[in-house]
């Protein structure tokens, strides 16, 4: 444990250096700022030195990040909870081969892409039609990550859509199946049930309603509807016909899977160029992070920056804030990708971790967070390392002043949260206007920004197909960088579980047909309230 022990100390000997002050090394900017196809990863609003840097990456190696790469991108089953392989990677690397007990997947990954490519053909050249004709409308059904993906994504590719509208409905609340059918023609709308188990409460409620919706309007309601799942038993049960059904195995995590068939409704949205263009980026990141050295890699010293300041700074939360408004569902993807990954309480052998597992990960597109929680980033008295992300090109170009506003403020918020506003700087622009004596001091303490607050910069040139598929997929090795170095599972996701069985044994007490007898008082409380209130 000494290189943790080192990393404790000079974390602990660092901490209350000003990282401004490691500005005074004029090269300080490029030496701790790596690049990658087009990605630039600044790091250097941050106060890790040359020191913390060397133990970071010999901490990486120790860990033994490199051997557990080759194992993921080997097929080994490196979920062993599971007792599964993790090959998302797989299925942006279409030409690859990959073995898995011993024979060869890859040539059923690309049959399902080869099939998924067709149908979307099909259907945006009008070809499969709904019973009213060219399929306007796609409602993609699913949750968690038979939903985030896809649904981050279509927002993220906008400027790309040149198919069908594609809707996206996740929660068991009937509000959000309500309001998404409510306008839509069912005889021309497909219904997309993305589900790798196909059991999954939330999407079959939501999935049934659907069919019940389309069969008021439609004579063969089956053949508007297609299934993204492992379980092709469940879904011949539900009615979708085989060839409208892209399975996948179980090697592929729900939250790593829009790569594959889980990303059909966002192919519909885009076509499948676009759609292969977004592979194309993410191959191309998994090469990087397979070939470049640590001290290069992206998704290695991202990992390493959020190990510093988790673990070593205890920072118990990260803000993902992308300047870029057509990321705005990327801070929830993150969310799970990060948490339900990296929110473990065990190490993979089952023992208690003796330090925190993943931070808590937030944000919101930038500049609208700075109008709403910016205030306690800069002056609160928890410290929140910030991971700014920014295009330097929008897909406006008549709009390019509103981009070089947005851009400006992206990077006046880094400089900001480092360099502060001292009581003197402070006191002085009060003095100015106007104030004297201990009113001056009263509202210049409450104008201080304390500063050497931590920040990393991600530029891209533009948030084209191939750029956003490095983006996610930097953001997954990223993930499993961390989680090899914590020593945890990344991959499975026991802690879902528990609330799910509650939910359903709760059930019927909200009916009324079962007492709830062995739940606490307060359960009973609220159920018996919501039963009064229901008229139950
Ligand atoms: O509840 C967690 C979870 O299992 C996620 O890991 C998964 O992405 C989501 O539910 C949806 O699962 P499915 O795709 O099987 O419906």
């Given at each position: 444990m000494t290189?943790?022990?080192?990393?404790?100390d000079h974390a602990e000997?660092?901490k209350?250096?000003?990282?401004?002050?490691?500005?005074?090394n004029d090269n300080r900017?490029?030496?701790?700022t790596?690049?990658?196809?087009?990605?630039?990863?600044?790091y250097?609003?941050?106060n890790i030195?040359a020191k913390?840097?060397s133990?970071l990456?010999?901490?990486?190696?120790?860990?033994g990040?490199?051997?557990?790469r080759?194992?993921m991108?080997?097929g080994?089953?490196i979920?062993e909870?599971?007792?599964?392989?993790?090959?998302?990677?797989?299925?942006r690397n279409?030409?690859?081969e990959v073995?898995?007990?011993g024979h060869?997947?890859?040539?059923?990954?690309?049959?399902?892409?080869?099939?998924?490519?067709?149908f979307?053909?099909?259907?945006?050249?009008?070809?499969?039609?709904?019973?009213g004709?060219?399929?306007?409308d796609?409602?993609?059904?699913g949750i968690?990550?038979s939903?985030?993906?896809?649904?981050?994504?279509t927002?993220?590719?906008?400027?790309?859509?040149?198919?069908?509208r594609?809707h996206f409905?996740s929660n068991v609340?009937?509000?959000?199946?309500?309001?998404?059918?409510r306008g839509?023609?069912p005889?021309t709308?497909?219904?997309?049930?993305a589900?790798?188990?196909?059991t999954?409460?939330?999407?079959?409620?939501?999935a049934e309603t659907?069919?019940?919706?389309?069969?008021?309007a439609?004579?063969?309601?089956?053949?508007?509807?297609?299934?993204l799942?492992?379980a092709?038993e469940?879904?011949?049960?539900?009615?979708i016909d085989?060839?409208?059904?892209?399975?996948?195995?179980d090697?592929?995590?729900?939250?790593?899977s829009?790569?594959?068939?889980?990303?059909?409704?966002?192919?519909?949205?885009?076509g499948p160029?676009?759609?292969?263009?977004m592979l194309?980026?993410?191959?191309?990141m998994?090469?990087h992070?397979?070939?470049?050295?640590f001290?290069?890699?992206?998704?290695?010293?991202?990992?390493?920056?959020?190990i510093?300041?988790?673990?070593?700074c205890d920072y118990?939360t990260?803000a993902?804030l992308p300047?870029?408004?057509?990321?705005a569902?990327?801070?929830?993807?993150?969310?799970?990708?990060?948490?339900?990954s990296n929110?473990?309480?065990v190490s993979?052998?089952?023992?208690?971790?003796?330090y925190?597992?993943?931070p808590?990960?937030?944000?919101e597109p930038?500049?609208?967070?700075?109008?709403?929680?910016y205030q306690l980033?800069?002056?609160?008295?928890?410290?929140?390392?910030?991971?700014?992300?920014?295009?330097?090109?929008g897909?406006?170009p008549?709009?390019?002043?509103?981009?070089l506003?947005l851009?400006?403020?992206c990077l006046?918020?880094s400089?900001a949260?480092m360099r502060?506003?001292?009581?003197a700087?402070a006191?002085e622009i009060?003095?100015?206007k106007g104030?004297e004596?201990?009113e001056?001091d009263?509202q210049a303490?409450?104008?201080?920004f304390p500063?050497?607050?931590p920040?990393t910069?991600l530029?891209y040139?533009?948030l084209?197909?191939?750029?956003?598929?490095?983006?996610?997929?930097l953001y997954?090795?990223?993930?499993?960088?961390?989680?090899?170095?914590?020593?945890i599972n990344s991959y499975?996701?026991?802690?879902?579980?528990?609330?799910?069985?509650?939910a359903?044994?709760?059930?019927?007490?909200l009916?009324?047909?079962?007492d709830g007898?062995?739940?606490?008082g307060?359960?009973?409380q609220?159920?018996g309230?919501i039963r009064?209130?229901?008229g139950v």
């Amino acid at each position: 444990m000494t290189i943790w022990q080192d990393l404790r100390d000079h974390a602990e000997a660092v901490k209350s250096r000003r990282i401004a002050e490691l500005f005074e090394n004029d090269n300080r900017a490029a030496e701790f700022t790596a690049e990658f196809g087009g990605f630039m990863f600044d790091y250097s609003k941050t106060n890790i030195d040359a020191k913390a840097r060397s133990l970071l990456l010999r901490l990486a190696e120790k860990q033994g990040v490199a051997e557990k790469r080759a194992a993921m991108f080997a097929g080994k089953k490196i979920n062993e909870t599971e007792r599964r392989a993790v090959l998302h990677t797989a299925l942006r690397n279409l030409d690859g081969e990959v073995m898995v007990d011993g024979h060869d997947v890859m040539p059923a990954v690309r049959e399902t892409h080869a099939r998924m490519t067709a149908f979307a053909r099909d259907i945006r050249a009008g070809r499969y039609t709904g019973q009213g004709g060219a399929i306007t409308d796609v409602v993609n059904i699913g949750i968690g990550g038979s939903d985030l993906g896809p649904a981050m994504a279509t927002l993220a590719l906008a400027p790309y859509h040149n198919g069908p509208r594609v809707h996206f409905v996740s929660n068991v609340d009937g509000a959000h199946i309500h309001d998404t059918l409510r306008g839509l023609n069912p005889e021309t709308t497909l219904v997309v049930v993305a589900s790798k188990t196909f059991t999954t409460i939330e999407t079959m409620t939501n999935a049934e309603t659907a069919r019940r919706w389309m069969a008021a309007a439609v004579a063969d309601p089956g053949a508007q509807f297609a299934a993204l799942s492992t379980a092709a038993e469940k879904t011949a049960a539900f009615g979708i016909d085989g060839s409208r059904v892209f399975g996948f195995a179980d090697w592929v995590g729900g939250r790593y899977s829009m790569w594959g068939p889980i990303g059909l409704s966002l192919m519909l949205a885009i076509g499948p160029e676009n759609f292969d263009a977004m592979l194309a980026g993410a191959a191309a990141m998994d090469a990087h992070f397979c070939d470049a050295p640590f001290a290069e890699n992206l998704p290695v010293l991202l990992a390493l920056v959020g190990i510093w300041h988790n673990q070593f700074c205890d920072y118990a939360t990260r803000a993902v804030l992308p300047y870029d408004q057509r990321l705005a569902r990327l801070p929830a993807y993150l969310q799970q990708l990060e948490m339900e990954s990296n929110g473990k309480r065990v190490s993979m052998d089952g023992a208690d971790l003796p330090y925190h597992s993943g931070p808590v990960v937030w944000g919101e597109p930038g500049t609208n967070g700075q109008h709403a929680f910016y205030q306690l980033i800069h002056q609160g008295t928890r410290i929140v390392p910030c991971e700014f992300m920014l295009a330097a090109q929008g897909h406006e170009p008549d709009l390019a002043h509103q981009h070089l506003l947005l851009v400006a403020n992206c990077l006046a918020q880094s400089e900001a949260l480092m360099r502060g506003r001292d009581l003197a700087e402070a006191t002085e622009i009060m003095r100015k206007k106007g104030l004297e004596g201990e009113e001056l001091d009263r509202q210049a303490r409450h104008r201080v920004f304390p500063g050497s607050r931590p920040s990393t910069t991600l530029l891209y040139p533009k948030l084209t197909p191939e750029v956003f598929g490095g983006i996610i997929a930097l953001y997954e090795h990223r993930v499993f960088v961390e989680g090899v170095i914590l020593g945890i599972n990344s991959y499975d996701q026991w802690g879902v579980e528990l609330g799910k069985e509650l939910a359903l044994a709760l059930a019927p007490v909200l009916e009324g047909t079962a007492d709830g007898a062995g739940k606490d008082g307060s359960t009973l409380q609220l159920a018996g309230r919501i039963r009064a209130l229901r008229g139950v």
